[in-house]
């Protein structure tokens, strides 16, 4: 493993402070808000894990444990600001204590920013980057049913902008899950699609994570994890979904992955796929996967070195391959990963060419502004943004 020589002298590290991963890890729900004496929180999640059963047992359990809870089921996909207002009315009016995330990374999102929103009042744009807001908020319990966002334990929510839809990142410790709980078995019937775009997300926190600029060893440590294990468990998950084994090293990669950008940050890839889903309704997932590959290529050179031992992770080379040789390979993986789990392009997605190049100028302005590409390797100017857009395209 290579020292990063932009690594912070001093890691400042934040994490969950409760966790329990793995199969029937849900059942500890109980004794997580017991210890944390919540007793009126809001469980918020959407119609899917309504409809499913997963949010009455969610409820058996609160209560089972003395608390009184009230369910929001009212998230969308890639929450808005509109979105949150009904939501935020429901934590009000429950008087509640903490909010529960349930769900993919748009419902724990959504229960990260009420969390804030709850107690300052305001509006959500008030803490976005490149602000850190670390003031009075809920606590918050997360339950991922997907593997891929990390959301559970990160200090970052994503919130669009009903009015310009441009994705606000809104960072600071505030919005990091007090709790997590990590259960394989909320994702086995995670779809096909589903199953590779969080995957594929979770590997490009890693790969960010571990090449970003303020990566620092005990982030690398996290990152190289969890590129190992997608590595080794995405096509698996991808061709047969009921394979346990694989999906319970996705769930805990996911989260490892998570841990690893919270404390390092994303870099371009991050940047440039916000605008993407903001513009165009992409899911987050699915638009990191249309630039993972085009975006390494673009920064492979000017960290040869990191980009190496990723690809050493994922054991792409052997430990024995040059640096330059192995960097290059990680970009042909990367490539043929996608490929493999069938990430479209924009143009098959169905996005039409010409609001494409239309927005590409205003879709390179918010990558910039949102400071995520000033932590790549090699930071790009708003003409190779557009053009790494126009790349990918097709």
Same mark, same amino acid.
């Given at each position: 493993?290579t020292?990063?020589?932009?690594s912070?002298?001093?890691?400042a590290?934040?994490?969950p402070r409760? @966790?329990?991963i793995g199969s029937?890890?849900? &059942?500890?729900?109980?004794?997580v808000? &017991?210890?944390?004496g919540?007793r009126?929180?809001?469980?918020?999640?959407?119609? *899917?894990?309504?409809?499913?059963?997963?949010?009455?047992r969610?409820?058996e359990?609160?209560?089972?444990?003395?608390?009184?809870?009230?369910?929001?089921?009212?998230?969308v996909?890639?929450?808005t600001?509109?979105?949150?207002?009904p939501g935020?009315?429901?934590?009000?009016?429950?008087?509640?204590?903490a909010?529960?995330?349930?769900?993919?990374?748009? =419902?724990?999102?959504?229960?990260?920013?009420?969390?804030?929103l709850?107690?300052?009042?305001?509006?959500i744009?008030?803490?976005? $980057?490149?602000? $850190?807001?670390?003031?009075?908020a809920?606590?918050?319990?997360a339950i991922?049913?997907?593997?891929?966002?990390?959301?559970?334990?990160?200090?970052?929510?994503?919130?669009t902008?009903?009015?310009t839809?441009?994705?606000?990142?809104? =960072?600071g410790?505030s919005?990091?899950?007090v709790?997590?709980?990590?259960d394989?078995?909320?994702t086995?019937?995670?779809?096909?699609?589903?199953?590779a775009?969080?995957?594929?997300?979770a590997?490009?926190?890693?790969?960010e994570?571990?090449?970003?600029?303020?990566a620092?060893? *005990?982030?690398?440590?996290l990152a190289?994890a969890?590129m190992?294990?997608?590595a080794g468990?995405? %096509?698996?998950?991808w061709?047969d979904?009921?394979?346990?084994?694989?999906?319970?090293?996705?769930?805990v990669?996911a989260?490892?992955?998570g841990m @690893? *950008?919270?404390?390092?940050s994303?870099a371009?890839?991050h940047?440039?796929?916000?605008p993407?889903?903001?513009?165009?309704?992409v899911a987050?997932?699915?638009?990191?996967?249309?630039?993972? =590959?085009?975006v390494?290529?673009?920064?492979?050179?000017?960290?040869?070195?990191?980009?190496?031992?990723?690809?050493?992770?994922?054991?792409?080379?052997?430990?024995?391959?040059?640096?330059r040789s192995?960097?290059?390979?990680?970009v042909?993986?990367?490539?043929?990963?996608c490929?493999?789990?069938?990430? =479209?392009?924009p143009?098959?997605?169905?996005?039409?060419?010409?609001?494409?190049?239309?927005?590409?100028?205003?879709?390179?302005?918010?990558?910039l502004?949102?400071?995520?590409p000033?932590?790549?390797p090699?930071?790009?100017?708003?003409?190779?943004i557009?053009a790494l857009?126009?790349?990918i395209? %097709?």
């Amino acid at each position: 493993m290579t020292d990063s020589s932009t690594s912070p002298a001093v890691a400042a590290i934040a994490l969950p402070r409760l @966790a329990h991963i793995g199969s029937g890890a849900l &059942e500890r729900l109980g004794s997580v808000v &017991e210890t944390l004496g919540v007793r009126r929180p809001v469980v918020v999640t959407d119609r *899917f894990m309504v409809d499913t059963g997963v949010a009455a047992r969610v409820v058996e359990l609160l209560t089972a444990a003395g608390a009184t809870p009230t369910v929001f089921d009212g998230t969308v996909p890639d929450p808005t600001t509109d979105s949150l207002r009904p939501g935020l009315e429901v934590v009000r009016a429950a008087d509640a204590d903490a909010v529960i995330g349930l769900g993919g990374g748009s =419902p724990m999102d959504t229960a990260k920013a009420l969390a804030v929103l709850s107690r300052t009042g305001g509006e959500i744009a008030d803490h976005r $980057a490149p602000g $850190a807001y670390t003031g009075p908020a809920l606590p918050i319990i997360a339950i991922p049913t997907t593997a891929g966002s990390g959301s559970e334990a990160t200090q970052f929510t994503v919130i669009t902008d009903s009015a310009t839809d441009e994705k606000m990142l809104c =960072p600071g410790l505030s919005f990091l899950p007090v709790a997590t709980i990590v259960d394989v078995d909320l994702t086995m019937s995670m779809p096909a699609r589903l199953s590779a775009d969080t995957g594929v997300d979770a590997l490009t926190h890693a790969i960010e994570a571990y090449v970003s600029r303020k990566a620092n060893p *005990f982030s690398d440590g996290l990152a190289l994890a969890a590129m190992r294990t997608v590595a080794g468990a995405l %096509r698996r998950v991808w061709a047969d979904g009921t394979d346990r084994d694989a999906r319970a090293a996705m769930m805990v990669a996911a989260t490892q992955a998570g841990m @690893a *950008f919270s404390n390092a940050s994303v870099a371009l890839v991050h940047g440039m796929s916000r605008p993407i889903g903001g513009h165009f309704h992409v899911a987050h997932g699915l638009s990191n996967a249309m630039l993972l =590959p085009a975006v390494t290529r673009f920064s492979v050179d000017a960290a040869v070195e990191r980009y190496a031992d990723c690809a050493r992770a994922m054991r792409v080379v052997t430990d024995a391959t040059e640096d330059r040789s192995a960097a290059h390979a990680l970009v042909d993986e990367l490539t043929r990963l996608c490929a493999d789990v069938e990430v =479209p392009t924009p143009e098959s997605h169905g996005i039409d060419e010409t609001r494409w190049e239309e927005r590409l100028p205003v879709m390179a302005e918010q990558a910039l502004a949102s400071g995520s590409p000033a932590n790549n390797p090699r930071v790009p100017d708003a003409q190779e943004i557009v053009a790494l857009y126009r790349e990918i395209y %097709r």
